[in-house]
C-alpha cells in the first residue's frame, strides 16, 4: 500500500512542478515555460551584481548615478513586475551598451549616454532592459548559458584562442551580457516603447534610439566590451517592426516629453572614451597617471584597455602585445619570479637576462610555447619592477611571424618608463561639453579643433542623431568632445 501511494504522487508532483513552472507571463501574454524562480532570480542577479561592478567599475558621479536611477525606478514601476529590488547603474566603460541581469539588475554604460539624443531615448534603452526582465528573457538566456557550462557570456577583442596566455584575447569584462534571439528583442522594444509611453516620455524614441546605434561602426573609437549590436542583433525591418508599438502607444497615452535639453545638462562634462584612474590610450601610448608609467606600442596597432590588462594587435596579423601587473614575488628575485610564472602559462624560456629599463629593475628574455589555433608562438618578454609592483610586457608572434617582429616588440619592451607627478597631474579625461554651432562648423572642423583627435569627424556626426553626411545647423546645440 506505501508503494502504491508513492506510485501516486510521483506524477502529482510533477505535475506540480510542471505547474508552477508554465505559467502566463503578464508583460508578454505568453505561456512560459521556467525552471527558475523569482528568488533564484534575485540571488543570481545579486551575485554577478558583485561581479560586474568588480570588472566594469562604476561611474564615480553621484548626480549622473541618480539621474539614470530615478528614469530606471519610474519605468520599472509601469511594469508587470513593478515589486522586484531594481537596480540600475552606469557602469564606467567607454563601450556603447547596456544590459539586464536576472531579477531586476539593470545596467547602462558610460559610453552609451553621449549616443543617446534626449531623455527619451534614454528611457526606451532602460525600458528595454527593462522588457528583458519582465519577459523573463534575461532568465531564460542566463540558464540556458549555465547549462552549456559557460557561466559568463564573455565579448572577445581579438581571437578566442590566446586566452591560454593570459586573459589576452578577452576585455577584462567578467560579467554577464546575455545575448537574445531575434524576437526576444522586438519583444524587449515593444516592452521598452509600452513602459516609455506609460511612464510620460515620447515612445517614438525607441526608433529614434536605434537607428543612432544602428549607425555605430564598432571599428571606430568604441572598443573593448562589445557594443549595443554585438549583443543585442538588428533584425530586418526591427525599426519598422517596432512603429506598430509606437502607434499603439501614441494612441493610448498623452504625448511624451523627450526632455532634450534636461538631458544635455546632466551629460555636460560626463567623462568620454578612458577614465585616467584606468589608465588611458593615446594613439599608440598608453599612460597610467594613478600607476605612475607609460608605454608606446607599437604605431598603427590597435591598443585596447581592459580592466585587467592592455591588450595592443597588429591589424590583420595574429601578432600581440600585452601589458599586465603582475603578483609580486615573495621570497624570490625577479628572474626566478619570471621564469616561474611563464611556465605556469605554459612557455618555457630560451634565453634571458636581468637588466633594466630606463632604470627600473626587469629580466628579458625569449620564451617559446604553444597557443590554441595559432600553434607554435614565441614570445619578447619582460618583467619589470616599478614602485613595488611587476608588470608583464609581453610581444606574442606564431613561429613564421617572431623574427620581423621582434624588434617592435624589443621597442616597446624598451618604451616602459616611470611618469613624473608633472606628467601624470597633466592627464585629464576627454570630456562631453554642449557647443552651439556655428556658421561653416562642419563635423571634421569640430573634431580637428575641439577633440584633437580624441573623437572621429563620422562619430561626432551619430553622437549628434546626425547621418554621417549631413553637417550640423548653425545654432544647433551640440554634444562635443573636448
Request: aromatic share 8%.
Amino acid at each position: 500500500m506505501g508503494r502504491y501511494r508513492s506510485l501516486v504522487l510521483i506524477p502529482i508532483l510533477v505535475l506540480s512542478v510542471f505547474g508552477a513552472a508554465c505559467a502566463t507571463n503578464p508583460a508578454t501574454g505568453q505561456h512560459q515555460f521556467s525552471l527558475m524562480s523569482e528568488d533564484q532570480e534575485l540571488q543570481i542577479g545579486q551575485q554577478q551584481d558583485v561581479e560586474v561592478r568588480r570588472q566594469m567599475g562604476v561611474y564615480a558621479d553621484r548626480a549622473t548615478q541618480q539621474y539614470v536611477s530615478d528614469i530606471g525606478v519610474r519605468l520599472a514601476r509601469e511594469s508587470e513586475r513593478p515589486n522586484l529590488p531594481w537596480h540600475f547603474t552606469v557602469v564606467d566603460v567607454p563601450a556603447i551598451n547596456a544590459f539586464a541581469l536576472p531579477g531586476g539588475y539593470i545596467y547602462v554604460t558610460r559610453g552609451i549616454l553621449p549616443f543617446l539624443g534626449d531623455e527619451a531615448e534614454l528611457a526606451c534603452v532602460l525600458g528595454h532592459e527593462i522588457g528583458h526582465v519582465t519577459a523573463r528573457h534575461a532568465a531564460q538566456q542566463y540558464s540556458k548559458s549555465m547549462g552549456a557550462g559557460l557561466g559568463v557570456l564573455l565579448g572577445s577583442i581579438f581571437v578566442p584562442e590566446v586566452r591560454p596566455f593570459g586573459q589576452l584575447a578577452e576585455t577584462g569584462l567578467g560579467a554577464v551580457i546575455l545575448k537574445y534571439g531575434r524576437d526576444d528583442e522586438i519583444q524587449a522594444d515593444e516592452l521598452g516603447v509600452r513602459y516609455a509611453a506609460r511612464g510620460g516620455w515620447d515612445p517614438a524614441a525607441m526608433p529614434r534610439m536605434l537607428t543612432t546605434l544602428g549607425r555605430i561602426d564598432e571599428d571606430t573609437d568604441n572598443k573593448g566590451v562589445p557594443n549595443w549590436l554585438s549583443t543585442h542583433p538588428s533584425p530586418e525591418n526591427r525599426i519598422g517592426r517596432v512603429q506598430a508599438a509606437v502607434q499603439q502607444a501614441e494612441t493610448t497615452a498623452p504625448p511624451g516629453v523627450t526632455n532634450h535639453d534636461v538631458y544635455l545638462q546632466h551629460l555636460d562634462g560626463i567623462v568620454y572614451g578612458d577614465n585616467p584612474e584606468q589608465g588611458v590610450v593615446r594613439g599608440s601610448v598608453f599612460l597610467h597617471p594613478s600607476l605612475r608609467f607609460a608605454i608606446e606600442f607599437p604605431p598603427g596597432w590597435d591598443v585596447n584597455n581592459g580592466q585587467s590588462e592592455v591588450v595592443a594587435k597588429e591589424p590583420g596579423v595574429n601578432t600581440f602585445m600585452i601589458l599586465q601587473q603582475m603578483p609580486r614575488p615573495v621570497g624570490r628575485g625577479i628572474e626566478d619570479a619570471a621564469v616561474q610564472s611563464m611556465q605556469r602559462a605554459g612557455f618555457h624560456a630560451l634565453d634571458g637576462e636581468e637588466t633594466t629599463v630606463n632604470g627600473l629593475p626587469a629580466f628579458i628574455a625569449t620564451y617559446q610555447g604553444t597557443v590554441q589555433d595559432l600553434g607554435r608562438v614565441r614570445l619578447r618578454a619582460a618583467h619589470i619592477v616599478h614602485e613595488r609592483r611587476v608588470y608583464l610586457v609581453a610581444g606574442l608572434a606564431p613561429l613564421a611571424l617572431y623574427e620581423p617582429h621582434e624588434p617592435a616588440f624589443s621597442q616597446a619592451i624598451g618604451s616602459f618608463r616611470p611618469m613624473t607627478r608633472g606628467e601624470a597631474e597633466a592627464v585629464r579625461p576627454s570630456r562631453v561639453n554642449v557647443y552651439a554651432a556655428r556658421a561653416g562648423d562642419t563635423w571634421q572642423s569640430i573634431a580637428d579643433h575641439m577633440s584633437h583627435g580624441v573623437i572621429k569627424a563620422a562619430t561626432l556626426a551619430i553622437m549628434n542623431t546626425h547621418a554621417i553626411a549631413d553637417e550640423p545647423r548653425p545654432g544647433e546645440r551640440l554634444k562635443v568632445v573636448i
